[in-house]
């Protein structure tokens, strides 16, 4: 069991902290940090709260088989920032990370899935079990 846990709490680090961390470094990378700086900033982290979130919530819906929590991810993301979107900057800039936040906790999950099947306690079927799938 201290095994599950460890390897758990390596992969929701990486789906958090890390895909924060990488996310913002692809801003930089790509200049879309410096081409957003003319929008006015929050006054909050609540970016860094939501990717952390979704990532989290669409793992989720990657262990248990639910496609649609992706779809209701995007949708929510998309109808809260709409108004945004007609700023070509802060388009571009979300569709980044969103994308590499969907990519992100795919390869996360999928890693973590697979090394939980072969070699824990293989907590896809423990859920499936328990939820009856």
Known sequence: MVHALLYTSVALLLLTWA????????????GLKNSIANLPTPTHSAGRWI???????????LIVHSWEILAVVIALKTVARF??????????YFLVG????????????????????????DIRNLMEQWLGI
């Open 19 to 30: 895909g924060n961390q990488i996310c913002r470094g692809i801003f930089k990378l790509t």
């Open 51 to 61: 990717g952390a979130f979704e990532r989290l919530i669409i793992a989720l819906g």
């Open 83 to 92: 108004k945004e979107m007609d700023e070509r900057d802060f388009a571009e």
């Open 98 to 121: 969103s994308l590499f936040s969907i990519l992100w906790t795919m390869l996360v999950t999928s890693a973590w899935l697979a090394y939980d099947h072969k070699l824990g306690i």
